[in-house]
């Protein structure tokens, strides 16, 4: 389906007992898209698809604990970690990161393979279930519920202030320099935006999210994914998309994650209809203990549900560690 790609490079390898792992880089017009790779080439293959405001070194702690047979490739979304920033004046946007993942699967030359996406990559790996459907075999979603639906009547308003909010960022850009941080401050910034996050997992993600440069360490990710996403769905546009994935999707819900921030939303009622879409197309579900980054913190909490998934076996509510009283009415 895709045009192929000969410009793939993956270097730097390093050689383990338990993974070989190496670094991608794929080439795009504006620059590169960087990741990391594990596990055999001619292993299964498996698209990680990280978070807003994360990188792909959230998979670190995970992956080592899946299947060494699978081979697994973890995108550092554009703007994110390691890869180039979109070019001025350029929105970032779900289909802009779906064209993003198309042009690592080109270049991979990827047929058929699964995807695990965490949170907002949850939700593009979503969006590529549906566009792509025939290209998906198994979806997974950590504390992601796959789209995130706005009221019609909304999306102007929602428009106008991205579109604004772009605006002032150029008018803005040429005043600003970019703030150079010691690497301790990096990690208290970086903590209190992201309090789900353990300490361990904070010097993770700089790894890849941060450069050293004269004086301390700079952020890498694009400023501009923290405006306003002017392309949004309605809920019948999400519930719509849902019906057309083709693949066996798994949903896993940390107990203290984004569900419980829903508690008292007024978007707790939308939320529980587009789940009600997943489960309606047969998809497990299954709620764990633990919080948002679940995943990077305490990957072992997830990784036999996720091996089972990956393997074919049937997903269960007793299989898994369930501790969430919500999980009974799933």
Not at 118 to 131: I, P, Q, R, Y
Not at 153 to 174: A, H, S
Not at 275 to 301: C, I, M, Q, R, Y
Request: glycine content about 8%; aromatic content about 8%; charged content about 25%.
């Amino acid at each position: 389906m895709f045009k192929t790609i000969n410009a793939v490079r993956q270097f730097s390898t390093v050689a383990t007992m338990e993974h070989a792992v190496s670094e991608l880089c794929v080439p795009v017009p504006w620059g590169q898209i960087r990741g990391k790779v594990w596990g055999p080439d001619y292993g299964r293959p498996v698209l990680c698809l990280h978070g807003w405001a994360d990188n792909c070194g959230s998979f670190n702690t995970l992956i080592p604990l899946l299947p060494k047979e699978w081979r697994y490739v973890a995108m550092d979304m554009v703007g994110h970690g390691l890869s180039s920033h979109r070019p001025e004046g350029v929105f970032y946007m779900f289909p802009s990161y779906l064209t993003d993942v198309c042009q690592v699967i080109e270049a991979l030359q990827w047929k058929r393979f699964s995807i695990i996406g965490h949170s907002m990559g949850g939700n593009v790996a979503s969006l590529f279930s549906t566009v792509y459907p025939e290209m998906v075999e198994s979806l997974m979603l950590l504390d992601s519920y796959g789209f995130m639906p706005t009221e019609v009547e909304n999306m102007p308003g929602t428009m106008r202030k991205g579109i604004d909010e772009m605006i002032q960022y150029e008018k803005r850009k040429g005043e600003k320099t970019e703030k150079v941080y010691t690497y301790e401050k990096a990690v208290e910034r970086m903590r209190a935006a992201n309090p789900s996050l353990s300490e361990k997992s904070v010097h993770i993600l700089l790894e890849r999210g941060s450069t050293e440069v004269e004086g301390g360490v700079v952020f890498n990710r694009d400023f501009r994914i923290n405006l306003t996403n002017i392309l949004r769905f309605s809920m019948v546009q999400s519930l719509d998309m849902v019906s057309r994935i083709q693949a066996r999707v798994l949903m896993v819900l940390a107990d203290e994650g984004f569900r419980k921030t829903l508690e008292e939303s007024e978007k707790k009622q939308m939320y529980e209809e587009l789940l009600k879409g997943f489960t309606d197309k047969g998809a497990s579900v299954v709620t764990v203990p633990g919080d948002h980054h679940v995943h990077l913190n305490s990957p072992e909490t997830l990784a036999q549900i996720l091996t089972q998934h990956l393997q074919g076996q049937a997903v269960t509510r007793s299989d898994s560690p369930v501790t969430s009283k919500d999980s009974a009415k799933l």
